[in-house]
């Protein structure tokens, strides 16, 4: 019973690093969250803790990722 339970946690593990690994090298968000974040933005700047704190489950670091990849290339002009 040890064996079994011991083989469920590595693969919670395994499972873990996995989605981590895919939600780094691409961040997905929703409609709503991209109007949301460009509204706080507009309001508040790059206070990225700030707008997290209005979307559950994002992190300061996911917005900020989001944004730059989003846009700072855009401004370039």
Known sequence: MADFEHSSTSDDVSVDS?????Q????????????????????VGKRW??????????????IQKYWTSRYSSSTST
């Open 24 to 43: 780094d090298s691409k961040l997905v968000f929703s409609e709503d969250e991209e109007t949301l974040i460009t509204r706080m933005y507009n309001l």
């Open 49 to 62: 803790s700030l707008i997290a704190g209005r979307i559950p489950g994002r992190t300061a670091g996911e």
């Open 18 to 22: 996995t989605e981590d690994a895919g």
